[in-house]
């Protein structure tokens, strides 16, 4: 770790101190059989990235390291971490037969300036997406979910990734993408937040299970380096589905998959079909916690979904991968290490691979300190490494 890392540790260190501040509670309210929660997410982080990419360093995806940094150069910035700003309003009621309703709206703004890929002015935030529009039934039948909300695929892998709290890669972004990556794209593909009617069975002896339609999307290959056709011919919902089985004391076992067709546009007659599946785990001991979980794909691209997915030709790439960390709970504290790897099966040695050492410091209820370290490579046969360090801290508030 060079001098810069070293005076940022120190630097954001105080700056997340600085923001500390008396909180106060969410809002809620009922009457009768209805209320309505409001709750979120606030805060922020510094970030300093140095990158060291050479000329002939690889950059074969689209989640490549520092392929998003001016020049591929060092960057800091304060900015959202892995996670949004995020304010949610939730309406539940009681039916007369049983049924609880839910109607959950969420609304998902970043704090940096205005920004595309590292460029940035002085000017008005613009950066936000809903993430959240979705009305749930839940009853003895189990539950249904028709709207916006958290996808099937690759939920529990997500959710799983210790830099959830912090920032993970691709901090050099800016803000343009709203948030930082975490380990996506480097032991996992995001689930995203998708249009879907999804059900979901009751929890039965610790098991269940679930499947959905979704609204198909575009497979593509790597929009920024290599470029190509796009199937964008969407006439069959996506489909995905999960099953879990929780074990007490919070520990649990899963698998998911996801499946879609598309065909190519201008009457072409080319189709193709992309599939992903994924095993995954969580023990939970006293105060360890450790998650394992791997994917396999064709036609999945190496990070986002379907993105990344086709080479030029527009031929189906291979992927797969897997994340692996582990974290011990000591009092407020927290302290927790990972590693992920993605790779490109149909290029010769192409990797991604990230390690991150995360601390979290509970502050007071839902006030939350992070001290983050993450290292990110991108490699590939016959090329240079692409390297990105990134220090960062910072405050969350969960109300």
Excluded at 33 to 48: A, E, H, K, L, R
Excluded at 91 to 115: C, I, M, Q, R, V
Excluded at 185 to 205: D, H, K, L, R
Excluded at 320 to 338: E, H, T, W
Aim: glycine share 12%; aromatic share 12%; net charge negative.
């Amino acid at each position: 770790m060079n001098n810069k890392l070293l005076y940022s540790i120190r630097f954001s260190i105080l700056v997340s101190m600085a923001c500390l501040t008396n909180v106060a509670h969410a809002i809620g309210y009922s009457e009768g059989d209805f209320s309505m929660d409001i709750n979120g997410i606030v805060g922020g982080f510094y970030t300093q990235t140095d990158c060291d990419v050479a000329p002939d360093s690889s950059q074969w995806s689209t989640f490549s390291a520092c392929e998003y940094a001016v020049d591929n150069k060092d960057t800091a910035s304060v900015q959202n971490g892995f996670l949004p700003g995020w304010i949610n309003f939730v309406a539940s009621y009681k039916t007369e037969n049983d049924l609880d309703l839910k109607g959950h709206f969420g609304f998902a703004p970043g704090t940096s300036n205005p920004s595309k890929f590292g460029g940035r002015i002085a000017g008005s935030e613009n950066v936000g997406d809903i993430r959240n529009i979705s009305l749930s039934i839940s009853g003895d039948f189990g539950k249904l979910v028709v709207g916006r909300d958290a996808a099937l695929f690759q939920y529990h892998a997500t959710f799983s990734d210790i830099t959830i709290p912090g920032v993970g890669t691709h901090a050099e972004a800016a803000g343009a993408l709203n948030t930082t990556f975490g380990a996506v794209a480097t032991g996992y593909t995001y689930m995203s937040f998708q249009p879907q009617i999804t059900y979901s069975t009751p929890v039965i002896n610790g098991f269940k299970a679930s499947i959905g339609v979704f609204q198909p999307v575009d497979i593509q290959p790597d929009p920024i380096s290599i470029g190509g056709p796009i199937y964008n011919v969407l006439d069959t919902p996506m489909l995905q589905g999960s099953m879990s089985y929780d074990i007490e004391g919070g520990s649990k076992l899963w698998t998911s998959f996801v499946t879609q067709k598309a065909q190519l546009s201008g009457n072409t007659g080319r189709e193709i079909t992309a599939t992903g599946y994924e095993l995954g785990a969580k023990w939970v001991w006293d105060g360890f916690t450790a998650n394992l979980s791997g994917f396999k794909g064709d036609g999945l691209g190496d990070g986002v979904m379907f993105v990344g997915a086709t080479d030029k030709l527009g031929n189906a790439v291979e992927t797969q991968g897997f994340l692996a960390n582990m974290g011990y709970k000591f009092g407020d504290n927290q302290l927790s290490v990972q590693y992920g790897v993605t790779e490109n099966t149909d290029i010769e040695g192409a990797k991604n691979q990230s390690h991150s050492i995360v601390y979290v410091r509970d502050i007071s209820k839902g006030l939350q300190f992070t001290l983050e370290y993450t290292s990110h490579t991108t490699s590939q046969t016959g090329f240079s490494d692409s390297e990105a360090n990134t220090v960062s801290s910072g405050v969350l508030w969960y109300f």
